[in-house]
T-cell receptor, first 112, second 113 residues
Framework: NAGVTQTPKFQVLKTGQSMTLQCAQDMNHEYMSWYRQDPGMGLRLIHYSVGAGITDQGEVPNGYNVSRSTTEDFPLRLLSAAPSQTSVYFC???????????FGEGSRLTVL | KQEVTQIPAALSVPEGENLVLNCSFTDSAIYNLQWFRQDPGKGLTSLLLIQSSQREQTSGRLNASLDKSSGRSTLYIAASQPGDSATYLCAVDSGGGADGLTFGKGTHLIIQP
């Protein structure tokens, strides 16, 4: 029962570096999304995808890129890391656009 | 823009008590409402999903109700246990695409043994 798997769990970057947060799900879900969770701000949607080949921006997309080449994978790319991107990132998936959402364990990113 | 508020922000009760967590939202045009549990350093676990046409959902000791017209949902936990200690988050799906789910900031619950 893998569900939604995120890697890495922890990462420290220097300002200006780039990296990719990986997300994979084995439930054949069409809908996948990335959220960031910050103290006092709650969870905010970064990008989402309603199926392979289709992505769209969420509430806070600046500084992030996504792609969806397969149903299973939805990586999140940080193009040039900034301290404001220090956060905990969660990947989530659901069978349908408005279905029950399943979350990964999170990736804690620190940008120095 | 949808706003979700959870009251109280923190709650500490002795083991065995029944308790109610509250969630309110500003726009009643919703698709569904979900309650999640988050343990420290972990992801969110879905507890209950209530569709907009439903009034309540039950799972074990948990019961969630939805009153769309008043913009309120409650999560009732019966016979609380120390293992119920966690942060409980309410999230509203307005089907708004770019907004995704709108989350409340959660209620941090501690059940004292």
């Amino acid at each position: 029962n893998a569900g939604v798997t995120q890697t890495p769990k922890f990462q420290v970057l220097k300002t200006g570096q780039s990296m990719t947060l990986q997300c994979a799900q084995d439930m054949n879900h069409e809908y996948m999304s990335w959220y960031r969770q910050d103290p006092g701000m709650g969870l905010r949607l970064i990008h989402y995808s309603v199926g392979a080949g289709i992505t769209d921006q969420g509430e806070v997309p600046n500084g992030y890129n996504v792609s969806r080449s397969t149903t299973e994978d939805f990586p999140l790319r940080l193009l040039s890391a900034a301290p404001s991107q220090t956060s905990v990132y969660f990947c989530a998936s659901s069978r349908t656009y408005t279905g029950e959402l399943f979350f990964g364990e999170g990736s804690r990113l620190t940008v120095l | 823009k949808q706003e979700v508020t959870q009251i109280p922000a923190a709650l500490s009760v002795p083991e065995g008590e029944n308790l109610v967590l509250n969630c309110s939202f500003t726009d009643s045009a919703i698709y569904n409402l979900q309650w999640f549990r988050q343990d420290p350093g972990k992801g969110l676990t879905s507890l209950l999903l209530i569709q907009s046409s439903q009034r309540e959902q039950t799972s074990g000791r948990l019961n969630a109700s939805l009153d769309k017209s008043s913009g309120r949902s409650t999560l009732y936990i019966a016979a609380s246990q120390p293992g119920d200690s966690a942060t409980y988050l309410c999230a509203v799906d307005s089907g708004g695409g770019a907004d995704g789910l709108t989350f409340g900031k959660g209620t941090h619950l501690i059940i004292q043994p």
